[in-house]
């Protein structure tokens, strides 16, 4: 079982910069694939951003190449997501997502444990 908790999500103006956090309860956290999605009002939760166990490959949806960097600290249990030159259309929940598998996973049913979410809001 693993409990995921984020942080870091706010109002912020068009261009602004976010850190989002999310803190694990595991002590395997190194195995796991990890990935930010998120879910505006109306819509369904896509994928944003995906980070794989121990080789740490990443992948990103294409909205948030460039802008958007997803990293982990084994260390802290820790995966972050860097939000740069934030536009209103990022506006969402952030849910952080956790499963036991080596590879990059980027569908919301590759994952059995998510966080309780993190309202980003950026206004123009």
């Known amino acids: 079982q693993v409990q995921l908790v984020e942080s870091g999500g706010g109002l912020v103006q068009t261009g602004a910069s976010l850190r989002l956090s999310c803190a694990a309860s595991?002590?395997?956290?190194?195995?796991?694939?990890l990935a930010w999605f998120r879910q505006a009002p109306g819509k369904e939760r896509d994928f944003v951003a995906g980070?794989?166990?121990?080789?740490?490959?990443?992948a990103y949806a294409d909205s948030v190449k460039g802008r958007f960097t997803i990293s982990r600290d084994n260390a802290k249990n820790t995966v972050y997501l860097q939000m740069n030159s934030l536009k209103s259309d990022d506006t969402a929940v952030y849910y952080c997502?956790?499963?036991?598998?080596?590879?990059?996973?980027?569908?919301?049913?590759?994952?059995?444990?998510w966080g309780q979410g993190t309202q980003v809001t950026v206004s123009s």
């Open positions: 997502a956790a499963e036991d598998s080596i590879v990059v996973v980027t569908t919301t049913n590759g994952f059995h444990y």
């Open positions: 595991s002590r395997t956290f190194s195995s796991y694939s």
């Open positions: 980070i794989s166990s121990f080789a740490g490959r990443t």
